[in-house]
């Protein structure tokens, strides 16, 4: 997709972080809005950001960990702008902690939002973004946490991963379509990830858990701006990577070393 004047972008986490820059950034260049989030007031901010500079944005409350919540979204949108041709996928919280701390309730609340709020998009949105037959794009926020398995993320590591696979496959699926794919996988970025906990439903609260120290970010922290500007460019020439952080090649590195070495040498 090389021009976004007069497509729908929805971004779900579009109230923070990067979300939001992602949501400003369609819209500077001329894309309507579709925000999704929990977050009342950061949605109507920065729909107010998009209209108070002439762009056009609507607002859905949305939980993407539910399903029907989803499907109402994309009736919305529709409804709202007739089109959809550009999902993010980027709402996600994270809980640290070593696996062996990790609860049921950690588990359920991670991965409802980071794996099935990603499926919840692509069930609700991708049937009707095909029959569109106007092209599109998919991006899903994974995290560098889903190429590198750092200590002590060990149940956001899982979701990120499994994230990073099913857009690897995504992408190969919906080429015939003209549906392009983009995971982001930065390492730090200055938002509100480590107060994911305001958004944590009381159901999936844990008073007891046994919670270690947030994990040190390693590299630089990039803002927000910096990380919707590379997914910008990255639906332009349709690239399936966005590693926002060159620190990331030597991890990299290390672990496709560790894998060749474990390969037997005929
Ligand atoms: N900040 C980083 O360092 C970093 C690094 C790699 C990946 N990421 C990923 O980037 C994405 C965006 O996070 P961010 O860093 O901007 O954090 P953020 O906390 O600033 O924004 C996340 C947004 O998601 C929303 N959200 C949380 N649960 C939701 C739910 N169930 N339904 C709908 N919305 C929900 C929050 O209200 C918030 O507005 C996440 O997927 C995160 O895992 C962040």
Redesign the pocket.
């Given at each position: 997709m090389d021009k976004f004047r007069d497509r729908v972008a929805v971004v779900?986490?579009g109230?923070?972080?990067?979300?939001r820059a992602l949501a400003l950034a369609f819209a500077r260049e001329g894309a309507k809005v579709i925000l999704?989030?929990?977050?009342d007031p950061?949605m109507a901010e920065v729909a107010q950001t998009i209209k108070s500079g002439g762009g056009q944005a609507v607002a859905v409350r949305?939980?993407?960990?539910d399903l029907g919540q989803v499907e109402a979204l994309a009736e919305k949108a529709w409804q709202a702008f007739g089109a959809v041709h550009i999902l993010c996928n980027?709402?996600?919280?994270?809980v640290s902690g070593g696996l062996e701390a990790a609860t049921r309730k950690d588990w359920q609340w991670v991965i409802g939002?980071?794996l099935w709020?990603v499926i919840h998009g692509l069930l609700a949105f991708l049937p009707r973004i095909i029959a569109q037959k106007q092209g599109g794009h998919i991006v899903n926020?994974?995290?560098?946490?889903g190429l590198i398995a750092t200590q002590g993320l060990g149940v956001y590591n899982t979701t990120?991963y499994a994230v990073v696979g099913l857009s690897e496959t995504l992408v190969k699926d919906l080429k015939p379509y003209g549906i392009g794919v983009s995971v982001l996988c930065?390492?730090?970025?200055e938002?509100?990830?480590l107060?994911?906990e305001r958004?944590r439903p009381s159901a999936l609260r844990d008073s007891d858990a046994k919670r270690g120290e947030p994990v040190p970010?390693i590299g630089r922290t990039l803002s927000?701006e910096e990380v919707a500007a590379q997914v910008l460019a990255a639906i332009r020439a349709n690239q399936l990577y966005v590693i926002t952080h060159a620190e990331g090649l030597e991890p990299l590195r290390h672990r496709f070393q560790r894998m060749e070495q474990a390969i037997p040498k005929a």
């Open positions: 779900t986490g109230a923070s972080g990067i979300g999704a989030d929990l977050d950061g949305t939980d993407v960990s980027n709402a996600g919280v994270a939002v980071n709020g926020t994974a995290s560098m946490a990120k930065p390492m730090g970025v938002t509100r990830i107060e994911s958004n970010l927000p």
